[in-house]
């Protein structure tokens, strides 16, 4: 499932991350890749333990936990420490790649904790006027698609794709992208189970919109917390 998540950041939050950013010194992004996407990665990142990239973890998780719709897709069991990265100069792209299946928490009291990345996230932190290509292209080349998706979201927008699909990072060719990523193991490992249960949400909420909490409302909630009972891992 491919979901464009607005507004994750509003503009103050926004404005406190291009000044963390803005006062931050990067490194290189190849110091965090596995060793096939070390062969294509050209960018920068903030280092994790860096006064920096705490603060602006902080910010973007407690948005991420008021963000209902993100919360609905991802139905998140473990979300990794947002990263960090910049797009610019010679350090301007990063090419096809799949994420790694299994990551560890880098620090704090889960430390070295096994996350699986069911769902990778991007988070837009420049507004696409600022920077010129950049686009985050998804492709599926287990089904041979020819129409991968461009993504390029304002900034404050974050996209929620699987972690087992092709992508790759545009060169950029004018000013700087600014991102943050970060990786979610879902309750829900199957990404079909999560998009019927995601859309059944959706359809539930829109009934309580016009109806209340009918009978039917009632009734179609437990059906999705039995199929969730039935396929969740906790």
């Given at each position: 499932?491919?979901?464009?998540?607005?507004?994750?950041?509003?503009?103050?939050?926004?404005?406190?991350?291009?000044?963390?950013?803005?006062d931050a010194e990067w490194v290189d992004g190849r110091r965090t890749?596995?060793?096939?996407?070390?062969?294509?990665?050209?960018?920068?990142?903030?280092?994790?333990?860096?006064?920096?990239a705490q603060a602006l973890q902080a910010l973007v998780l407690a948005a991420l936990d008021r963000h209902p719709l993100l919360f609905s897709a991802a139905l998140p069991k473990?979300?990794?420490?947002?990263?960090?990265n910049r797009y610019g100069g010679e350090a301007n792209h990063y090419g096809d790649h799949v994420d790694q299946a299994i990551r560890h928490i880098p620090g704090g009291p889960q430390a070295g904790q096994r996350v699986r990345t069911d769902l990778s996230c991007t988070l837009f932190l420049a507004d696409p006027a600022e920077y010129d290509g950049g686009e985050l292209v998804i492709s599926d080349l287990t089904l041979g698609s020819?129409?991968?998706?461009?993504i390029k979201l304002p900034a404050g927008d974050a996209v929620l794709y699987p972690g087992t699909s092709v992508h790759r990072v545009e060169p950029v060719t004018r000013g700087q992208r600014l991102a943050?990523?970060?990786w979610i193991e879902s309750l829900v490992r199957s990404d079909e189970q999560?998009?019927?249960?995601?859309?059944?949400d959706l359809a539930l909420m829109k009934l309580r919109?016009?109806?209340?909490?009918?009978?039917?409302?009632?009734?179609?909630?437990?059906?999705?917390h039995n199929l969730l009972r039935l396929w969740a891992d906790t």
């Open positions: 499932m491919l979901l464009h998540i607005p507004q994750v950041l509003d503009a103050d939050e926004l404005a406190q991350a291009r000044a963390l950013l803005a890749a596995g060793p096939q996407a070390a062969t294509v990665k050209h960018n920068q990142q903030l280092p994790p333990g860096c006064a920096a473990r979300v990794l420490p947002p990263m960090f020819l129409d991968s998706p461009r943050s990523f970060f999560r998009r019927l249960l995601f859309e059944m919109q016009r109806d209340g909490e009918s009978a039917e409302a009632v009734s179609l909630t437990g059906i999705y």
